[in-house]
C-alpha cells in the first residue's frame, strides 16, 4: 500500500534524513533518485524539475500534490504530523525551542553552503580561486558545527534523551564535507550522539543503501 507521498532523493543527500524519518515513522513512500549534484548526469538531476524549480533534493510531493520543499521543513512537518512518534518536541513542550532553533540553524548557517562548496565556480568564476573558496567553506561549516556543539546539552541525543528529526538531520549533514572526523574534533557532544544514531538498528539497512559506510567514510 502506498500514502501517495513521492519523495526526490539521491543516495548520500540531505534526501537521506527524510527517508530515516519516513522509516521510523513506518511510511511507505514512491523515491524517485535525482542527482541534482552530478555534473556527468543532468538527466537524473533534471527529474525533480517536474516538481522544484530549485531543482534540488529533498522534495517531497504530498497525496495532494502538493510540494514541500526544504530539508529541515519537511523533516518538522513529518514528525509534527505523527506526534505519537515523538521525532520532534509538540509546540508546548520546553524543548520545542531549542529544537526549531537547531532544525533552521543546520539549514540555513551549514546545508545552504554546500550550493557554493559543490560548484564554487556559481560564485568565483576564475578557477586559481576555487581551492581557497573550497577551504573557506569547509572551515566556516566546522565553525558552525563547533558554535552549535557549544551551545547544546546533548543527553543520549541532541535535545535530551529521545531521538528527534534534529539528530537524524545532523547525523547525515555531519557525513558530509569536512566529514566526520573533523567534526568529532570540533563537536565531541555531538559526536556522540551522531555514533549512536549511526548505529540505530531500525535504520541499519538505510545507512547501508542509501550513505553507506565505505572505506575512509569519516574523513
Ligand atoms: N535548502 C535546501 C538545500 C538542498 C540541497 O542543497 N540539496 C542538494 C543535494 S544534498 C542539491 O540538490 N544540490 C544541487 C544544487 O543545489 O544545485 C534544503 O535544505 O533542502
Known sequence: MTTGLTLYGARGSGAVPVEAALTLLEIPYALIDAYTFDPDDKASGDQVLAANPMRQVPTLVSPTGEVITESAAILIWLADRHPASRLAPAPED??????LRWMIFVSSAIYSLYWVKDDPSRLVPD????AALEARVLNRIADCWGIMDSQVEPGRYILGDELSV???YVTVVTRFRPRRKRFYEVAPKMGDVVRRVDIDPRLHALWKDRMGFHEGWEG
Not at 520546553?94 to 529544537?99: D, G, H, L, N, V
Not at 578557477?127 to 576555487?130: A, L
Open 94 to 99: 520546553p524543548k520545542r525551542a531549542q529544537f
Open 127 to 130: 578557477p586559481t580561486g576555487h
Open 166 to 168: 534534529l539528530d537524524l
